[in-house]
């Protein structure tokens, strides 16, 4: 194993394919490359909560199981739903004996799990392991003049339990981006819900709830939103498609953090979404007539 | 002559003494069952004899093909002749495989909690909860081959807690795959060829008259492969 244990997740194989191909850029251009882990199941998508309803958690536990063969002890996602879902299984898993006891017996085809892998999302690998300092500063002005409302959702931040940052005023993916140049905006939405998986059902809702997140943003100044979720990502965008004609909005751009950061580390743009490209060359020119 | 050595067990809890060393399939018909259903190829590839036993003694419940798996003192037989389980209908090519199309058709893929008991119930060694896995996150080319050996018997189906229909899902990845991604097989398109243009006519009316003795001599006699022909 040369790089740090990844779990993509599904969506990041489907829909959001753009999320892990930036993502694998950055951290092998910042020489903490990922590994997807060799064998690898849903993370469950939501952490259940009733006490006796271990079966939910199997699919979390396998998952560390790989890593724990590995004779690894972190496992890093991408996707805010996986770091949740992983994050609450481990951490409950973790610290109850004779729930883990439980499910290796009925996990029999399995190693035994011995309660000892953590999981991370890969923003606090971002901000804890990575010496921005050192960055060439050709890097730091590729996003000049990018106004980045970092939206963060819930499942980044709530519970508190396993919040990768404070649950009220989160700034670690503002420190990240803000590290290589963009100016982070910070806006009064930022950790509202956008109607997650709502979406199937009660559209109506979630595309309300994604409208007012994308108006907090530009309100405050954003022109473009940095997501960490592929549900949020889907959520803001067809409130964008749908609703964006709408007068009190202004332009803006809705990309995964790391797209932005690819951008800065010399992504090629034929790998970045088109619309990104479109700022990044206005304010290319914008700076160079001044 | 010596004696036949006779094993005891039981065919939906009556005890039975049958010969050892013969399969489920022999046993249940040595003791009297007649199958008109759920039985086939008796040679472990057509799947039609899905089963489940348990032995004497043991909590769990085991799988096999009927067929194949010998019977052993104290196992507890009984008779699955099918496995309903509903089938999408498409037409292959009409579909986009760039869209998770499994997804659509079966989204009951998107129930599994990985619990792994489709793999316990695989007579097939098949890592059938992978499959399903990969099929949820699209992954064609992964299932075509994690399933290849898939008989098609439905015990995994019978099983699994979130009513995933997974040989069927399998089945159609495998066929898109194989429409969207294996390379066209030439001898196959010759084939098909020589077929509609009735190179085969004469052939095969010559065998729907021959005397039964001659047509098993033909038969014994054939040629699977000419030297030299592509395979």
């Given at each position: ?290 | ?24 399939m022999d046993a249940m ?68 495989a760039q869209e998770n ?21 695989c007579p097939q060694d ?106």
């Open positions: 194993m040369t790089g740090i244990p990844y779990f993509p997740g599904c969506s990041l194989k489907d829909t959001a394919k753009n999320f892990e191909s930036s993502a694998l850029y950055v951290m092998e251009k910042l020489g903490t490359p990922l590994e997807e882990l060799e064998r690898w199941n849903c993370c469950g998508t939501v952490s259940s909560l009733t006490t006796d309803d271990l079966m939910h958690h199997l699919a979390s536990v396998r998952n560390l199981i790989r890593v724990q063969d590995l004779g690894q002890a972190e496992l890093v996602t991408l996707c805010a739903m996986c770091y949740n879902t992983l994050a609450r299984s481990a951490q409950r898993i973790n610290a109850d004996p004779e729930e883990r006891d439980k499910i290796n017996q009925f996990m029999d085809r399995e190693f035994d799990y011995e309660g000892n892998v953590r999981i991370l999302h890969l923003l606090q690998v971002l901000k804890e392991r990575i010496d921005w300092s050192k960055l060439d500063t050709e890097v730091t002005r590729v996003l000049e003049g990018l106004h980045v409302a970092c939206y963060y959702g819930c499942t980044l931040v709530r519970p508190k339990t396993v919040a990768i940052d404070d649950t009220e005023h989160p700034t670690i993916m503002d420190e990240v981006l803000e590290a290589v140049g963009a100016t982070a905006i910070p806006f009064p939405f930022a950790t509202e819900c956008c109607g997650t998986y709502q979406v199937v059902d009660r559209r109506d809702l979630s595309l309300e709830r994604s409208f007012r997140v994308l108006q907090s943003a530009t309100r405050a100044g954003a022109n473009i939103i940095a997501t960490a979720c592929p549900l949020c990502q889907h959520n803001l965008e067809e409130a964008l498609r749908e609703l964006g004609g709408k007068a009190e909005l202004g332009p803006i751009q809705i990309v995964y953090f790391t797209e932005l950061l690819a951008a800065a580390l010399g992504m090629d743009a034929a790998e970045l979404p088109e619309g990104l490209n479109q700022l990044l060359t206005q304010h290319a020119t914008v700076e160079g007539g001044a | 002559m010596s004696e036949e050595k006779l094993t005891q067990i039981y065919i939906m809890g009556k005890a039975y003494d049958v010969p050892a060393g013969i399969t489920i018909e040595y003791a009297g069952y007649r199958f008109i259903r759920g039985a086939g190829c008796r040679s472990g590839f057509c799947g039609a004899c899905g089963t489940v036993y348990r032995k004497d003694e043991d909590y769990r419940l085991e799988f096999a093909l009927a067929c194949q798996e010998m019977v052993e003192e104290g196992m507890h037989l009984t008779q699955l002749p099918f496995t309903p389980a509903p089938r999408s209908k498409y037409v292959l090519s009409e579909l986009n199309v499994l997804l659509q058709h079966y989204p009951a893929i998107a129930r599994c909690v990985s619990c792994n008991t489709c793999t316990k119930a098949i890592e059938v909860m992978d499959y399903v896995q990969a099929a949820l996150r699209g992954d064609l080319q992964k299932v075509a081959e994690l399933s290849f050996d898939c008989i098609q018997c439905g015990l995994c189906s019978m099983r699994c807690p979130a009513d995933i229909k997974h040989y069927h899902v399998a089945q159609m990845a495998r066929r898109l795959y194989s429409v969207t991604a294996s390379p066209k097989p030439e001898h196959l398109t010759t084939r098909m060829q020589q077929l509609e243009e009735g190179t085969f006519d004469a052939e095969l009316n010559e065998l729907m008259t021959m005397r039964l003795d001659d047509l098993k001599q033909r038969y014994a006699e054939r040629v699977v492969e000419k030297k030299g022909e592509a395979s």
